[in-house]
């Protein structure tokens, strides 16, 4: 997995995403340029894997992430899937390679869909 690139190349002025965001394996576009707003927040993501690994909610093992690109509706994504209820969160998915979990979503908050800057690539 590459570094995150340095914030300022990747945030605007006006805290939005500079580039699209990728799925770090396939290359999938999974956002805009301009359409998601960075977001500092402590989220656990499980280890990388197939969707079907993650639907069960057995494996613990991840990590705490705390940068992300913040979306606040589901359609604007342009690729991503979501992996069934893992108690009320939904872990957010490339819909083309189902890697992931690549982001986050509370169902208690409908608006709030977060991608991990750890998680993607930006091109």
Known sequence: MEPVEQLSELVSAEGRNRKAVLC???GSRVLQPGTAV???RQLFLP???KKP???DGSNPDGELLQ???LVNDMFTFENVGFTKDVGNIKFLVCADCEIGPIGWHCLDDKN???VALDRVSHE
Do not use: D, G, K, V
Request: contains cysteine.
């Open 24 to 26: 770090q394996r396939c």
């Open 67 to 69: 940068e992300h690109w």
């Open 112 to 114: 709030s869909f977060y």
């Open 47 to 49: 280890s990388m894997r």
């Open 38 to 40: 960075f977001s500092r």
């Open 53 to 55: 690994a993650l639907a």
